[in-house]
């Protein structure tokens, strides 16, 4: 069959896709070279095999034929088959099989076939189950138009499972089905899991419940698989009491037929903390089989890799605990069995003296009946083997290959990605991504078939390159990408496939021992630019004696590259890894030498263009060295001449005079240890010299080697700025042949940089520093380092606490003490007082009080208890590291018992006591009035405002709740006196529980009124969750202790992570719940859709939603930040379209206005409609029109004689203005005119009667007459 009329696609749709595959291939060559979103990724390349751009297809499930060669797709009312070596840009060329619509019972309308279940059947087989259907269909895959009844009832239900199994040569049909979507007449009647010999009716299994008040409700299947005798089966399970999830993986054993209904277990399944299945996926190799599973939460995925062996362990020890009735569960959450008894709880069996295997508890080999469906109570729990964040994970494939398994993994953003996941210990997400339908899901069903897989969306299928190895350019690239399909061909030069690469080391891309091509060692590694030798080359791998090859050496100078050639003897070729070149003129690159060069080896083969291998290579000028060490370093044959400050070849002499003082061995070399100033107390406490301008020094550099010069060359010392261009020499004198003498003259005169700041010293000889560490000093001068210059107390304190600036007070002013003063030792001048803070304390606290100015004194004994406040002293506190003690007294101030304001005095010895005067001191008992609010939730978060009067008081303030602290939200120094905010912290209960607000002030407690801790609140439903994308749609959000939290806000984003939107939520209250304080409902406006993904006007369409990941802000709670999947996504629609009127509307009893999709995504309550300022009452909403009731006068809001008011539609945040409204009679309608004419016409004719009349009145008249 093929595809009817409306899926027809024109010309300009293949330009479209064609279009699309370059910009996707441009795409990939952009970001392999470049990164996305700065990680060096590789898109791969793909191919769309089948694409509607009218997004009917609504594809959900697909399989592939074992030979690889055809796909096999289920959407809406078809299946598909495609030929995997074609791509369908037309689909009308696609070979396909309508299912529906179908009539129901009675005729009067069809409805839509959605295939929900695909079970491979052999290799020539599928089974489907439409659910229109009442029976399943056996397909054949060569022609899947033809078919045979399968099985009935059918399998009618999305979120179930189902596969084939054989066993004693029967096959077996093993289903899952969850609760709250039982449906009649199909094979999901009820809950739980079962299964079908040879496809009849009759059911085995264990007894599961169908009550309706169960607890613990099984949600969704995920995966059913089998493994040898063992039936699995994937779920994800949620608590109506608290809506948490978790997920767990349930066993059948069928090794005995009659034992198998009474094997059943499960248990928890965890990855890290996650515990939302998302996808699951197994693979067998070498006599093991690995199960991985991907878990999301919150928007970020996880994924973890079990060892089935392990899965098998976890659950039999759940079985043991129930064979020795150690099992503990919470009855009636997880009560889903029919039974007389509860298993696991009888008497405990003893397993003493059994030897049994995991398979004699998994199989229940002895049969016993106790101890059958066994709902475990330990998890298994398996560390992260790959982490992805802000990615929800769809989709799941798994490739084993040499003992490694990568997992394919297609996400909510339609993209595929890589990741090592086994072994454990070397998993890891792959620099690699690939496409399928950019911004559209990826579907559970993917295929891998030699080096490429298949994958889709419910309108995309595309084919997909997993082993694009040509891509990566060079050999580093090659093995960076860890794919595990490629690897370097040594020969080709090129990253290839296994295949691809013949005759030819072939080296592995993946793995520990992935190393590129290279020259392991070159002998000698250091060369003299004159010297004339061989070089040999120790290679990484082994290449073939018969090969040509040619050596070629380059060095990068200046973003240049110098190029010098060598050929390769035919005969030094020792082995296959030793390989011996001359070397090249190296005259091109002498210039640019600085003492050394690097120089890259490069290996090439008469069988490519392109180096197989490179290393690495020192090559080496004597005359460019410049100090004695680096040029008399052993691997150099060098020499150097201390008198002239210049390095040679170590053949050569420095001249005749200087023979005997050549420096041949770096041990040889003059080198600098260590300096010693004099006089001794200019060094601070990390050895820095500190120097006055004023004053001459001598500074001694020991060290070794200082060679007598003779009069032929000179030492000096010079002094460099650390940061700053300058530098000043100073005169130096050898003492003998480990001392030398620096002679630092004053410096009056000025120094080339600012003072006080640091630089260093070191010792040239010939203008040449010698080798050995420098010497940090610091210049300075005594007024530059008080402030303000008047500044006296800090000049004399620089006595006690930095006697290396030797510094004295002179008439005035800051100077250096090795001047003459005649008035040494005059007082300094009183104390000023700048500031004071705190300036108040609590009447009984000891409160630290900071005063600050200048002239406080110049050392601890005058500023002892210097300060008081009124009568009550202030103990002056000392801290060891303080060196501004003439510029600010800590003191701690005594209670003074009463209410009173008093002055702030400082009284320094020897001065007159100075009062501050701007402001006065106050003791005084703060209050607390009030807080808002007065509750919150156990987890804290809650900014909590307190109210009262002198809430400012003290130095500290902290404020408790209960016994705990609640942190302050302002900054202390700027709490108000009358307001303070604080933030509460997680407070552990789970009853509401009432404590007292606090404030302490300095070490006094102030109580206040009490605060409620509330259990914290519960989100069960959204309602509704589909908006269109101009947002502000009315969601009505329920649960328990909504109204807990006081500013609830509601955060949104999008499938891509990088939008996120917040938005306040307004609390309400119904009635009916009027019994408790904190239960309501909660309102907020859908968020505007933003996403970096832009939708063209002209496709979209209502059938294609986009989503925003929802979540809210609660203080600080975090269970409702990552709700469960179904009831925090919001479907986005595009906005409605709203027509605009053509004529002034004048119907005053209904208006309606007309568009399309209006109803998508909005009801009649979220539709406003104004004439002017008085509203329009909206009594309809349709697909395509709304009819509201408007004012039946002019609003009262017009201007005098306005006679057209302006109409506007408010849909959410959406708002348009349609037309004009008109009252009044300013414009006579056509009726109004049509009147006017008959009345006109009507009188003119009487008008006209009645002059006849009169006319032959007269006549006649006169006619009597004569």
Known sequence: MRIDCDFFCNSIKNRETSNMNILLGLLAIIVSERGLQGAHV?????????????????????????????????????????????????????????????????????????????????????????????????????????????????????????FVAEFDNKTYVFVGCPHENNQLNTRCDRFGIFWFEDFETRRYGPRFTTAGDILLITETYVKGLAIDNHRLFFSIQRNKTDNSTLSRVANVCQKYTDSAPRSYVDMQLKCGDFNYLQAVEKTCYTEKCLIVATFTHGGHSVVCAYLFSEIKSSLAVNIKRCYNTTLQLPSGVYDYFNYWKRPCTGHPLNLSGINATDDFFL????????????????????NVSVRLNHTVVTALALVSVRGRVLALLGTAQGEIIKALVFPREEAEVLPWKAVVDSGHAVLPDMFVHGYTMYAFSENVVRKIELADCSKFSTCDKCMASRELFCGWCLLDNRCTTTIECSNSEWILAEGLARVCPHINQTSPNAIRTDESTELTLTLSHNMSI???????????????????????????????????????????????????????????????????????????????????????????????????????????????????????????????????????????????????????????????????????????????????????????????DSEIMCHITNLKGGMPWNLDSA?????????????????????????????????????????????????????????????????????????????????????????????????????????????????????????????????????????????????????????????????????????????????????????????????????????????????????????????????????????????????????????????????????????PRKSFESGGRVLTVTGLNLLSVQTPKLKAQTSDGMTSVEM???????????????????????????????????????????????????????????????????????????????????????????????????????????VDCEECNVTTLEHNRIICNPPTSAPKCNVAGQTLFTIKVRIGFLEREVGKMGYGSSEPNTDCKNIQLIGGLVGAGMIFVFVLSVIAFYFKSKNRVF
Request: hydrophobic share 35%.
């Open 42 to 162: 590789h898109i791969a390349s793909s191919t769309i095999l089948m694409k509607d751009i009218f997004k009917n297809l609504s594809l959900n499930h697909m399989f592939m034929a074992e030979n690889g060669t055809s796909l096999y797709l289920t959407g809406k009312n078809y299946i598909y088959h495609l030929d995997t070596a074609n791509h369908f840009l037309d689909l009308s060329e696609i070979d396909k099989v309508k299912t529906g619509p179908n009539d129901v019972v009675n005729g009067e309308y069809k409805i839509d076939d959605i295939t929900n279940i695909v079970i491979p059947y052999g290799p020539d087989e599928v089974i489907t189950c439409g659910s229109s259907y009442r029976f399943c269909h056996i397909r054949y895959l060569r022609n899947i138009s033809d078919w045979t009844k399968g099985f009935e009832p059918s399998i009618n239900n999305s979120a179930a499972v189902a």
């Open 363 to 382: 199989c229940n080999e002895e049969g016993y009946v106790t101890f059958s469906n066994v709902i475990g109570d330990t998890a298994l729990q398996m």
């Open 546 to 736: 018969g090969l040509e090859l040619r050596c070629q050496f380059e060095s990068l100078v200046d973003n240049k590259t110098i190029l010098m050639n060598s050929s390769v003897p035919g005969v030094a070729r020792g082995d296959e890894v030793t390989v011996t070149c001359s070397l090249p003129d190296w005259t091109k690159l002498e210039h640019y030498i600085e003492g050394t060069a690097s120089v890259s080896v490069l290996l090439f083969t008469n069988v490519s263009s392109v180096a197989v291998m490179r290393g690495e290579l020192t090559v080496f000028q004597c005359e460019t060295f410049t100090r004695c060490r680096k040029c008399s370093f052993s691997r150099w044959t060098c020499a150097w001449c201390p008198l002239q400050g210049r390095c040679i070849k170590e053949n050569n002499s420095c001249n005749g005079n200087e023979s005997s003082v050549e420096i041949r061995e770096r041990s040889s070399c003059p080198h600098v240890t260590d300096y010693t100033v004099s006089p001794q107390n200019v060094l601070n406490g990390h050895g820095d010299a500190h120097l006055a301008i004023e004053e001459s020094y001598n500074i001694t550099v020991k060290g070794v080697n200082f060679i007598e010069t003779n009069g032929s060359a000179n030492y000096q010392c010079s002094v460099k700025h650390s940061e700053k261009n300058g530098e000043e020499k100073f005169a130096a004198t050898r003492m003998n």
């Open 759 to 1023: 630089s260093s010293l070191h010792v040239d000889l010939q203008s040449k520093q010698l080798d050995g560490p420098s010497f940090k000093v610091v210049f300075y001068q005594c007024g530059s380092l008080i402030y303000p210059p008047t500044n006296c107390g800090q000049c004399e304190s620089f006595k006690y606490y930095q006697p290396y600036l030797r510094c004295q007070w002179c008439n005035g002013k800051c100077i250096y003490a090795g001047e003459p003063c005649a008035a040494a030792g005059t007082m300094c001048p009183d104390p000023v007082i700048t500031k004071v803070y705190p300036l108040s304390s609590h009447i009984n606290a000891i409160t630290p009080i900071t005063v600050e100015g200048y002239n406080l004194g110049s050392h601890p004994n005058e500023t002892l208890n210097a300060v008081s406040v009124g009568n009550i002293s202030c103990d002056t506190m000392y801290n060891a590291n303080v060196v501004n003690i003439s510029t600010r007294i800590t003191c701690k101030l005594g209670p003074s018992e009463r209410e009173t304001t008093e002055n702030v005095i400082v009284n320094i010895s020897g001065h007159n006591p100075v009062v501050y005067e701007k402001y006065s001191f106050n003791f005084q008992i703060p209050r607390i009035t009030r807080i808002f609010p007065n509750y919150g939730p156990f987890s804290g978060g809650t900014n909590v405002t307190i109210y009262g009067e002198h809430l400012d008081t003290g130095w500290e303030r902290t404020i408790q709740i209960g016994e705990q602290l609640c942190g302050l939200v302002t900054v202390p120094a700027f709490i108000k006196p009358n307001m303070a905010e604080c933030r509460t912290v997680k407070f552990n209960s789970t009853t509401q529980t009432n404590a007292t607000v606090s404030m302490v002030f300095d070490n006094q407690a102030v109580e206040g009124v009490n605060f409620t801790y509330v259990p914290d609140p519960v989100v069960w439903n959204i309602q």
């Open 1064 to 1170: 306040s939520c307004i609390r309400g209250k119904p009635d009916d719940l009027a019994d408790s304080k904190f239960n309501g409902y909660l309102t907020c406006r859908s968020p505007i859709f933003s996403s970096r993904e832009s939708r063209p006007r002209a496709n979209r369409s209502s059938e294609v939603p986009r989503s925003m990941e929802v979540s809210f802000t609660m203080d600080d709670v975090d269970s409702v930040k990552n709700l469960p999947a179904n009831i925090s996504v919001i479907r986005y629609y595009p906005d409605p379209t709203i027509d605009n009127f053509t004529e002034t509307q004048r119907n005053f009893q209904v208006l309606i206005i007309k568009g399309d999709h209006l109803n998508v995504a909005a009801s009649a309550e979220d539709v406003q409609v104004f």
